[in-house]
């Protein structure tokens, strides 16, 4: 037990801190300031949980919000009052569209200095709005047994609503009087003897905080089994259990003998040793007028959120098709509003068992074998393509990372073009590589420093960005005197933002370049050095693979992979329709 007896709002602070090791918290990210004092005096000095300080506070809440995605625990996030707090604001939207838990510790002043223009006062009541799980204002510290008890049970829930039913964002409003400074106050010391703290705490454990579903699918299964032409789409979705996830997908798949669209921000793509039925090249074969039109379905199983391909998109849209959508939460995850029902299961508990003697016992794999013949045929159009292709381009390179990555990697896709060319370029393999995203609401705030919290205490991880997402969190380099862990970060640089080359604005010459594009011209190996990070440019795919086969295992470093985004964005526009060509092969 580790409580601070020295004044009220060290001994306060410090039972939050006791409280929440003992549920299972492991990791505090804490930014600089006064009013905060006492919670970072109590993290910092609890032997169980090791703390993170870092000066930028956006970049502090993705930094923790990535160590959350990885570990799927939550992570403390404490600052000081006024608009420190505002700063966490981007993660906290993030951390709520994707799920991620959070634990968020404002400090604030006291109730008597507030709207009195006191300093570094601002109103922080529910300062985060309607996306936090759960909302709280702490009541003043106090040495009351009764509200010690409340103080802990507080926290309690605070945990379990970063947590269940689904995880997210926990905000916590801590108001403190003077003393911030850990000075003794005498009186405080004696509840040490007069109190047994070790009884306080007896109730408090880590417990799985999963909610384990048995939902039975006999009566789906019955409908499903009953359509010869159904599809599965395997969307965004970040697992905790990957080989669970893709187990139970193919559990489905293999049972309704449905293809499965994989989407590259599941980890389908990277554990093709359990699926035969995964199909990578959707975007690019539904371009096929003629293959489109065979290939709509009867019924669409979506798992987790809608993919990224607004091919896929509309090619839904314009047939209306019977949509079920299997997910744990209770948000609509179907942007298209077709004829959806969602069943509210989480997929990696659902019981799939089935009585064979209820199957069809004439099963036609006329329609799956189409969409297998045909992926096969663009992944081969794709191969050919690449195969020929010396130049560096940017869609070459998720079609090189994932031949050339070690396995196991973790890799973090930023926003913007490095997803959508991962989407269609990203081949299957068996390297159980475990991609993440700050796809929840799709910016690109914070890329460096989420994928600098992923990459936190682990091996073989990898970010790719483009030059613009990398140069909006540049402060997230100012953690490398603490950070643990290896990341390479793979730099296209196109000087400017690409996606806007495929927007129709791209053809307003006049102010296109200063307003959409808004390229910085920076020399990056001069960036990096001003942060004492490693930069590499690359000059050929040679070279890159020997770079990422293997990895470091500790340090940050750049490589930077020099494109054009006019030239690519060309090149992407002529080759997808080539690519959907579907010539005969042998299959």
Request: hydrophobic share 40%.
């Amino acid at each position: 037990m580790h409580l601070d007896f020295r004044n009220i709002n060290t001994l306060w602070s410090s039972i939050i801190a006791e409280t929440l090791s003992r549920l299972g918290l492991t990791t505090a990210v804490i930014c600089p300031g006064s009013r905060s004092t006492p919670l970072t005096l109590a993290f910092a000095n609890h032997p169980h949980i090791e703390t993170i300080p870092v000066l930028d506070e956006r970049s502090a809440a993705f930094l923790a919000l990535g160590i959350a995605k990885r570990t799927h625990l939550p992570v403390a996030l404490i600052c000081t009052s006024g608009t420190a707090g505002a700063n966490f604001y981007p993660a906290v939207i993030e951390g709520k569209e994707s799920q991620v838990p959070l634990l968020i510790f404002t400090a604030d002043r006291p109730p008597e200095l507030r709207n009195c223009h006191a300093g570094q006062t601002i109103d922080q009541v529910k300062l985060y709005g309607n996306y936090p799980n759960w909302y709280t204002e702490l009541s003043l510290p106090s040495v009351e047994m009764k509200l010690l008890s409340y103080l802990r049970q507080t926290i309690i829930t605070a945990w379990n609503h970063a947590l269940v039913p689904y995880q997210g964002i926990v905000h916590l409003n801590c108001p403190f009087r003077e003393p911030l400074a850990p000075i003794i106050e005498p009186n405080i010391a004696n509840l040490y003897a007069n109190i047994n703290f070790d009884n306080f705490f007896v109730n408090i454990y880590q417990g799985n905080q999963e909610i384990a579903s048995t939902d039975y699918l006999y009566n789906y299964l019955n409908h499903w089994l009953s359509q010869e032409k159904g599809i599965i789409i395997a969307g965004v979705f970040n697992s905790k259990h990957p080989s669970r996830y893709c187990k139970q997908i193919f559990r489905l798949s293999t049972l309704l003998n449905y293809p499965v669209l994989g989407e590259v921000l599941s980890p389908l793509r990277n554990y093709v040793q359990d699926f035969p039925n995964l199909i990578n090249t959707y975007d690019i074969l539904l371009r096929n007028n003629e293959v489109a039109a065979q290939l709509v379905p009867d019924v669409v199983i979506q798992i987790g959120e809608f993919p990224t391909s607004k091919q896929l998109r509309q090619w839904l849209i314009n047939h209306q098709v019977k949509h079920w959508v299997i997910d744990s939460r209770s948000d609509s995850l179907d942007p298209l509003h077709n004829h959806t029902y969602h069943i509210r299961a989480d997929i990696h508990h659902l019981n799939m068992e089935y009585d064979e003697k209820y199957k069809p016992q004439k099963v036609d794999l006329s329609y799956l074998n189409q969409w297998k013949k045909v992926n096969k045929i663009v992944n081969h159009n794709i191969t050919a393509n690449f195969d020929q292709t010396q130049d560096l381009i940017e869609a070459k390179l998720p079609f090189i990372l994932s031949k050339s990555l070690p396995e196991e990697t973790l890799i973090f896709i930023a926003n913007s073009m490095p997803v959508r060319y991962a989407e269609f370029f990203w081949m299957p393999n068996k390297r159980q590589f475990m991609p993440y995203f700050n796809r929840g609401a799709n910016g690109i705030e914070g890329t460096l420093s989420t994928a600098l919290g992923i990459a936190y205490k682990a091996r073989n991880s990898v970010l790719v960005t483009g030059d613009l997402a990398l140069l909006h969190d540049t402060n997230g380099w100012l953690i490398c005197q603490q950070f643990q862990g290896h990341l390479t970060i793979i730099l296209i640089n196109n000087n400017g933002g690409g996606i806007f080359e495929m927007l129709p604005i791209s053809k307003e010459k006049s102010f296109f370049e200063s307003y959409f594009a808004t390229p910085q011209h920076i020399d990056f190996s001069q960036l990096c050095f001003t942060y004492n990070i490693e930069h590499i440019l690359i000059k050929n795919w040679t070279q890159l693979k020997q770079l990422v086969n293997p990895l470091p295992s500790t340090g940050i470093r750049v490589l930077e992979l020099q494109t054009d985004r006019k030239r690519d964005a060309i090149w992407l526009q002529n080759s997808l329709e080539k690519l959907s060509i579907i010539d005969d092969i042998e299959t």
